[in-house]
């Protein structure tokens, strides 16, 4: 695997070990992505392994009084949306820690918070879509039903319908071609319109009973009374997706890729939380890896990045190591290193013209590198220091990782945000740095299994060599 820079495809440097690996790596994140379909099953695995990884709960630390030292392992999980993880490193912590961060939510149909009706002997959910779809992809199509419907008491009663051998689909109808002659002119973002989005859950009335109005609705409370022990009003205090069904696959005749739901930015989140189980030795600096909520709503809430969340658990992570002042909070931070770790867009043939050749990533190239992301004149995006982006390439190329650069399509074409500004806020040197997806956004992404390979093994890199 030498002489790195001059081959470009990373297939072509693989020998049959790195092939091995490269199979057995996708292999369990194809599992990964089948079985985590929302943000809190993400954070429940994660939290699982990293337990069977000797990682400790910071928020026990930090009752208990305990001191944390060099190579000491934490998680500090945020409504098990959001987990922060840390290994506490050699060097002085005001020297800075090395972070990768992504994002565990993905776009998707959320249940408004009283969303059960009956209309025309059909029960439906009324909806509202999560970040930026087209909702013409998301309908006639078997989709799960997942999350959580919290008590009055306090419990948490977990939704999980579609991926059970046995389970129901449900899912929203669409227009048949035969009928379409009004919507088939329509502009592509009225051809499903929001309010349409009306999941179809049941047609059975509960009974024949003339006083009972509302049967199938009636029905469909009772089986969810049956089955979960909770009432309608309880939905008041829930927070239920609507997620595709079926599991990840490989994809093309040659298997060099993988199709599956929530790819941005599960991908990436994988590849890094496996890249931190990789530091089998003490790494050099503290390294801490980020898997935020609420990216694709652009990081607002307490459990998105916007809020003090990741200050506040540096500030634990160094009072735990015994050094905690503001100051050195502040040098900790200002002193970092970023990887946000965050899909981008691959060249598809079929759309040359808004994926230009020149700027934008390719399938089997490895980890795609964007200076910047952003809209209009790169607005809103934190452009990455060039010093940064050096250091970069001369840790991959001694590790042989595969990376190209990746922008977000064509100039003023659209574009997209990350989490990397909010981090950039402490003045620590931050860069957008992923794997190229088609497909972003569908309820079916795409991506190279040669480019998530090197998006784990640059990961790696980064957390045991940049300094
Ligand atoms: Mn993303
Ligand atoms: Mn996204």
Not at 156 to 184: C, M, R, T
Request: aromatic letters at 10%; charged letters at 25%; glycine letters at 8%.
């Amino acid at each position: 695997m030498k002489e790195n820079k001059i081959i470009k495809n990373a297939w072509n440097k693989y020998t049959e070990g790195d092939l091995l690996n490269l199979e057995n790596f996708c292999n369990s994140y194809k599992e990964f992505l089948s079985n985590n379909k929302t943000e809190r099953e993400c954070v429940h695995y994660f939290i699982e392994v990293a337990k069977k990884h000797n990682f400790k709960d910071l928020k026990e630390v930090i009752k208990n009084g305990e001191k944390l030292n060099k190579g000491d392992k934490v998680y500090y999980s945020k409504m098990d949306k959001t987990l922060l993880l840390a290994i506490i490193g050699e060097e002085y912590v005001q020297n800075g820690f090395n972070i990768i961060g992504s994002h565990v939510d993905a776009p998707r149909v959320d249940l408004k918070q009283t969303p059960v009706y009956e209309a025309d002997g059909l029960c439906l959910f009324d909806t509202h879509y999560y970040g930026g779809i087209k909702k013409y992809h998301w309908v006639a199509r078997p989709m799960c039903l997942k999350g959580v419907v919290i008590k009055k008491s306090g419990e948490v009663i977990n939704i999980n319908i579609g991926d059970g051998e046995n389970d129901p689909y449900i899912g929203f109808s669409d227009l048949l071609p035969h009928l379409w002659k009004d919507q088939a002119v329509k502009k592509a973002m009225e051809v499903v319109e929001g309010e349409q989005l009306n999941l179809l859950v049941g047609s059975r009335p509960v009974s024949s009973d003339s006083k009972i109005k509302n049967k199938v609705k009636e029905n469909i409370l009772s089986i969810l009374k049956d089955k979960y022990n909770m009432e309608e009003d309880d939905l008041i205090s829930s927070e239920l997706q609507v997620v595709p069904a079926g599991p990840a696959k490989d994809y093309g005749l040659d298997r060099s890729m993988i199709i599956g739901y929530g790819q941005d930015d599960r991908v990436c989140a994988f590849t890094s939380f496996m890249a931190m189980l990789e530091l089998k030795d003490i790494p050099k600096r503290t390294c801490v890896c980020i898997l935020a909520d609420k990216e694709e709503i652009g990081s607002v809430g307490a459990t998105g990045m916007e809020s003090r969340l990741f200050e506040n658990f540096s500030a634990e992570l160094i009072n735990a190591c015994g050094d905690y002042s503001d100051l050195v909070l502040k040098r900790a931070l200002q002193n970092s290193y970023m990887l946000s770790a965050d899909v981008t867009c691959a060249f598809d043939p079929n759309f040359p013209s808004e994926t230009p050749r020149q700027s934008t990533a390719f399938f089997g190239r490895g980890v795609a590198i964007s200076k910047y992301t952003g809209s209009r004149g790169k607005s809103g995006c934190n452009d990455a220091n060039p010093e940064f982006l050096a250091k970069l390439r001369n840790i991959f190329d001694n590790d042989c990782v595969n990376y190209q650069t990746g922008e977000l399509g064509k100039v003023d074409q659209g574009g997209g945000g990350t989490i990397a500004y909010f981090l950039s806020h402490y003045g620590m040197e931050v860069v957008d740095i992923g794997v190229a997806l088609q497909n972003m956004h569908a309820p079916c992404e795409v991506a190279s299994k040669a480019d998530i390979f090197e998006a784990y093994k640059a990961y790696v890199s980064f957390y045991k060599n940049m300094k």
